[in-house]
T-cell receptor, first 113, second 111 residues
Framework: QKEVEQDPGPLSVPEGAIVSLNCTYS??????FMWYRQYSRKGPELLMY????GNKEDGRFTAQVDKSSKYISLFIRDSQPSDSATYLC?????????????FGTGTLLAVQP | DAGVTQSPTHLIKTRGQQVTLRCSPK?????VSWYQQALGQGPQFIFQ???????QRGNFPDRFSGHQFPNYSSELNVNALLLGDSALYLC??????????FGAGTRLSVL
């Protein structure tokens, strides 16, 4: 079993839709939870990060962490064609020797105009 | 404020050759991590450097080695290249918080 599971998609939605992207994980030591956006043939761009549990909102993006269920989500409101990309979840434990990022495989999102 | 910069952008090598990839961290960052991303996969951790020492290593063979310089920049070296080493190599930098910022990557093709 992989430490981080993510539905690879592809996910296709019409412009203006609400998008829900999700990851599950198995390592209870994870404390940092990140979402990255990656356009084709580019490096990952940090969208949001959360420490421990809870919600975080930034514009059209909302990140949620449910540590009891080992489940994280990213919601995109009023999706735009420019949101079309691969979305990667990543997680890490706390501490200098354990802070490598473990990534999901990424979900490919296409927002249709 | 310059972000993470990587060079070169693209590289083509043949099997058995050696390659060196370079990374300059985001201004103010002191920790550099390297990742390998195969097509259609998430990045896989190779190793991390802090204070010029390899602090942590992922499941990669000794053919993969690295270095960090006093100015925090870093190199990734891969010896005896295999076809399976073809991938996007990503450098990320961070500070004491484990919030890592990535460069655009170096795309390595091994023929």
């Amino acid at each position: 079993q992989k430490e981080v599971e993510q539905d690879p998609g592809p996910l296709s939605v019409p412009e203006g839709a609400i998008v829900s992207l999700n990851c599950t994980y198995s390592n209870s030591a994870f404390q940092y939870f990140m979402w990255y956006r990656q356009y084709s043939r580019k490096g990952p761009e940090l969208l949001m990060y959360t420490y421990s549990s809870g919600n975080k909102e930034d514009g059209r993006f909302t990140a949620q962490v449910d540590k009891s269920s080992k489940y994280i989500s990213l919601f995109i409101r009023d999706s735009q064609p420019s949101d079309s990309a691969t979305y990667l979840c990543a997680m890490s434990a706390v501490g200098g020797a354990t802070n490598k990022l473990i990534f999901g495989t990424g979900t490919l999102l296409a927002v249709q105009p | 404020d310059a972000g993470v910069t990587q060079s070169p952008t693209h590289l083509i090598k043949t099997r058995g050759q050696q390659v060196t990839l370079r990374c300059s961290p985001k201004s103010g960052h002191d920790t550099v991590s390297w990742y390998q991303q195969a097509l259609g996969q998430g990045p896989q951790f190779i190793f991390q450097y802090y204070e010029e020492e390899e602090r942590q290593r992922g499941n990669f063979p000794d053919r993969f080695s690295g270095h960090q310089f006093p100015n925090y920049s870093s190199e990734l070296n891969v010896n005896a290249l295999l076809l399976g080493d073809s991938a996007l190599y990503l450098c990320a930098s961070s500070l004491w918080e484990n919030i890592q910022y990535f460069g655009a990557g170096t795309r390595l093709s091994v023929l």
